[in-house]
């Protein structure tokens, strides 16, 4: 059974930074890609950011040259840095674990970004 449990969320103020780590609890730790989604209040689940097996990264927008993704493959983790942090990064962050034809959530870990 495959586990993602996800840690680092927390309150702090704009332009200060957070690390989210996701650690997942699996035999066989192989990925297609992982990624961290954010969904804020009232609004839909989307992709902040996400990194295949091969180590090639992906980011939204929004998320571009202030966030950071990364895998430490020895200790089945993928971490999210952000730095620079806004207002509208608030939300729940939820860490995606896709594996061949299957796919794992975490529970969500809580970012709020106060003013």
Known sequence: QVQLVESGGGLVQAGGSLRLSCEVSTRIFMINTMGWYRQAPG????????????????????????????????????????????????????????H???EYWGQGTQVTVSS
């Open 43 to 98: 609004k839909q689940r989307e992709l902040v950011a996400a990194i295949t097996g091969g180590g090639s990264t992906n980011y939204a927008d929004s998320a571009k040259g202030r966030s950071t993704i990364s895998i430490d493959n020895a200790k089945k983790k993928v971490q999210l840095q952000m730095d620079s942090l806004k207002l509208e990064d608030t939300g729940v962050y939820y860490c995606n674990y896709k």
């Open 100 to 102: 061949f034809s299957y």
